[in-house]
């Protein structure tokens, strides 16, 4: 390890540099040495040109600052103003130093509580040793103490004539975790927006709550009402508020039952399905708009419609087939329409036991072929037959 001539030298015991001279008038070395915190000790060695070696040894400490560690806070969001302040270093300290968001130091003792500003703060640090050293740390946080602001946009406060009531929700800020109950039960989770289904006629209260990125909680809820539910699918055993959301819902060669009571629509018939109602005298149909037909059953074939009266489209008729083959229409009471019933470019189509007053035109054909009609009126005051 020795050089044939120049200057080295260890630190501790270990070799940490060689710096050479070989002027023989060269008496002085001058270098930066990087010692270890704590008790250290520095040998020098020296072999001039003859081969003639010495050295030298001091002992010394290196008092370096304290190093800190901050326990808590961490850098993240805390839902409390109050937050722990936890902090240790590498060596004994005197003193302890803080200061919170750049306000005058306080002397503190390990460990503590500092109580934090609403949004962004940030602790310093200081730690002083006993050679009037100090050590200085920094740590950023926030404090988020405000509970989000929840709105239920739906359902509203309202009565719904639907068995799905869609639940739309929203928050001021970001959201964690959302759940909700109805009516007092079990708490689910959910990402809005859901579609609730299954709940049963009359009054319902829904709350939801939510917890943000901080763990505030809030809760907000709405009360809502569904509708009775009195049109039956037969052969899926679903319920529903309208015939419409029966048809909608219905398979071909579904049949549909309407229980006694009146009900505001105008009807699309889209697929072959029988539509029953308890009797013309107590299931009544009347036109939501009288600019359409009660009954609409266009380019849908076998489609039955029996025991209803059908009333109200003004400018349309109570029930229409355009292009509609071996459908049938029986014990309807068709009044106060356009035309009671209207059969257009439709054939092979069977007419049982209606009647047809106060209307426009009671039962009007047009290119239409081959329509058994049996026991079927048109009562006076039919302005045209």
């Known amino acids: 390890m020795f050089q044939k001539d120049g200057t080295w030298y260890l630190i501790s015991g270990e070799l940490n540099g060689v710096f050479y001279g070989y002027r023989w008038d060269i008496r002085y ?29 001091v002992y010394f400490t ?3 600052p304290p190093i800190i560690t901050i326990g808590s806070p961490a850098n993240k969001t805390y839902p409390t ?7 240790s270093a590498d060596q004994a300290v005197d003193i302890w130093l803080y200061s919170l968001n750049g306000a005058a130091n306080v002397t503190f003792t390990q460990n503590t509580t500092i109580v934090g500003a609403e949004g962004p703060n940030n602790v310093r640090i200081w730690a002083n040793d006993s050679a009037d050293n100090w050590g200085t740390s920094i740590v950023y946080l926030t404090v988020d103490t405000t509970p989000p602001t929840l709105t ?23 959201i964690d975790i959302w759940w909700y109950n109805v009516d007092g039960g079990a708490n689910v989770t959910f990402t809005p927006n859901i579609t609730l289904s299954g709940l049963s006629e009359g009054q319902h209260n829904i709350t939801v709550y939510a917890n943000d990125t901080a763990g505030n909680m809030n809760s907000t809820w709405v009360v809502y009402s569904l509708a009775g539910y009195k049109v039956h699918n037969l052969n899926t055993g679903m319920n529903y508020a309208t015939i419409q959301a029966a048809v909608d819902a219905a398979s071909p060669g579904d049949t549909i039952s309407v229980e006694a009571g009146t009900y505001n629509e105008n009807v699309d018939v889209t697929k072959s399905v029988n ?19 009660v009954f609409n059953v266009s380019g849908v074939n076998s489609v039955n419609i029996s025991g209803f009266t059908v009333t109200g489209a003004t400018t349309k008729s109570g029930v229409y087939l355009y292009n509609s083959n071996y459908s049938k229409v029986e014990n309807v009471n068709a009044s106060n329409n356009e035309v009671g019933i209207y059969l257009e470019d ?3 189509n069977t007419l049982i036991d209606n009647t047809a007053s106060n209307n426009e035109v009671g039962i009007f054909l ?20």
């Open 81 to 87: 103003a109050a937050v722990d302040l936890n902090v």
């Open 346 to 348: 439709s054939s092979d």
């Open 29 to 57: 070395f001058n270098t930066t040495i990087t010692a270890s915190k704590g008790s250290n000790n520095l040998t020098v060695y020296a072999k001039d040109t003859a081969g003639n070696l010495n050295s030298s040894t």
């Open 62 to 64: 290196a008092d370096l």
């Open 152 to 174: 239920i946009a739906s359902p509203e406060n309202r009565t719904y004539a639907t068995a799905t009531v869609d639940l739309n929700v929203s928050a001021d800020e970001a």
């Open 275 to 293: 539509l029953v109602g308890a009797g013309a005298e107590v299931t009544i149909v009347n036109a939501s708009d009288p600019n359409d037909h």
């Open 366 to 385: 047009y290119s239409s072929s081959r329509h058994p009609c049996y026991y079927t009126h048109h009562k006076h005051k039919n302005r045209k037959t």
